[in-house]
């Protein structure tokens, strides 16, 4: 058996994992985060996140000012200007002009664990 042969067969495997690592196990990632997505989901709604953004399982959450947060697990930067992980979007939400001075997404004075709430939620449970 030749090596190229090798590397092609096993191509699928390597394939499978990335993709069992993007779905992840949601116990696990709720654990990472450390928030709780049933009380972020309902802050999402106490904030008035859903004026502005469009997210799946909030009621009223039909905004358009910014954009839609449903599937933003899978964008590779919040905002066009930091890379997508867990920790920036605390500190995005928390404010946001502290990363972009310029955005029109307001401060609304979240409080850090509230904020990692809405993470989890967001992260874990909508997809
Ligand atoms: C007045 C409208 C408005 C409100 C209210 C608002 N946002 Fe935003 N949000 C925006 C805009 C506009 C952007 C795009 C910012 C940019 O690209 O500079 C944004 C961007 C985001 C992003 C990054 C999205 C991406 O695709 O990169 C997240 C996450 C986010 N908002 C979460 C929230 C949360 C959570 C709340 C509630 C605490 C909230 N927003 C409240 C307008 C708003």
Redesign the pocket.
Known sequence: MNSRFLFLAFVPFALLGLASCRGGDHATQIRAIGGDPNRGKA??AE???????V?SGVTGAV?R?????TG?AE?S?????VP?TPDN?IA??MN?QSI?P?????N?S?PEG??RD??TY?YVAVR
């Not at 930067?77 to 200007?81: E, I, T």
């Open positions: 802050s999402l904030y008035g996140c859903s004026a502005c953004h997210i905004g000012a910014g954009p839609p947060l933003i964008r930067y919040l905002a066009g200007v997508n979007m995005w939400i946001p972009n310029r955005t029109a997404m307001p609304l979240v509230v904020a809405m993470v967001l």
